[in-house]
């Protein structure tokens, strides 16, 4: 008998969170270290929100409140996804977590047990993936192609879809390629799972960035297609859109107020629930009409960015960047840096042992890191299983415009720089 349970062992990690000892490492030896790991945005959360918190907590609203969320926000929230997804949302359907995250874990726990399949996109955010094996269930990756603009069609999803397919999750706009999902292409996918799938498959429908979009891009939703409201749990939040990843408010709408029971009683064993005070600051941001101004003046910051990033990046000899279309990331093609550095053929000399924990990205990840003094994230990061042959970084455009420009330089030296990183690959240091 060990300490540990089995379960313990098999649980991922998200490795934004984890590369932020090396930073810190970093910086207290005075270096100077670009952050674009992160994906927080680098605004204050809006001044009339943080208003109302301080009010409530001067009336003496920090007690328990209902597990399930205050009615208040609930009601507010079945309001926006009515309004927003043409459908007819009631509020005993919603159920307030702390943080976009624990939908996640407690949705595969719930649906999922050993022999069903979770199908999820690869690239996309890791705590998709993390989850599956911790809960006993089969994880099925969805490779989303470049070609493709990352996207996905029907015929894609068609060929991972099995007997066994209990849970798929969905996320436009996507983390972390940008990618952005039109109404006929949510059609498509909407009928392969009609046709493919059993009567009760969940869809998890991820649309925590549903405001920050590009270009007059707009954003749909898959529950807005014909049929898909009895199997879609549509999930957002506050930590984007509001720039409030501290806050830990997310929200789900379920098909039936029956399963809002079930994870009602969720929150009350793992949370009791969720702060009221912060609860109510969300209200006021999704009922009053500064709400939708300040994440307009927020959007409009992060396509600039983009632009300035993605110039730059393919710029750079090696590199090939797509413009996304949503969110505040870019994900660039850095195959070819990998192998004018020498990382291809540095990592296939690895021993086995350590060859399995890192990967070209990887490798480059770290050289940028270590020698040139800018944080990103590599491609594994993003789904492990498969990821092998393919080669890129994920760049948060969350950070001062600046800083990105250093941080565009920086990485263009790294690009160029195979002295460096012979010499990075010899001292035999932080290969993952």
Known sequence: MGLYSDRAGRIGSENAFKIGP???????????????????????????????VKRQIDLDNTHYCDPQGIPSLRAAIAKQFSETR?????????????GGKPPIGLCQQTYCGPGDEVVYPSPGFPIYESFIPYVGATPVPLHLKEENEFSLSGEELASVLTEKTKLIFLNFPSNPTGGVASPEQLREIASVIRSRCCEDVRIYSDEIYEHILFDSHRHHSILSCPGMERNTILVSGASKSFAWTGGRIGWALFPTREEAEVFKNLNINYFSCTAAYNQEGVRLGLESPEGPVAIKKMVEIFQMRRDLVVEGLNAIPGIRCLKPKGTFYVFPNVEEVCRNLGILEGCESLPKEIRQKTSPSTLLQMFLLFVHGVATMDRKSFGRIGSDPFHYLRLSIATGTEDLKKGLARI????????????FFAAGEHFF
């Open 412 to 423: 263009a030296a790294g690009a160029s720089d195979r002295e460096g990183f012979k010499r």
């Open 86 to 98: 043409g459908i007819r949302a009631e509020a005993e359907r919603v159920v307030v977590f702390p």
């Open 22 to 52: 090396h930073i810190r490492s970093l910086e207290e030896t005075g270096r100077d270290v670009i952050r674009c790991n992160l994906g927080e945005p680098d605004f204050p959360v809006p001044g009339f929100i943080k208003e109302e």
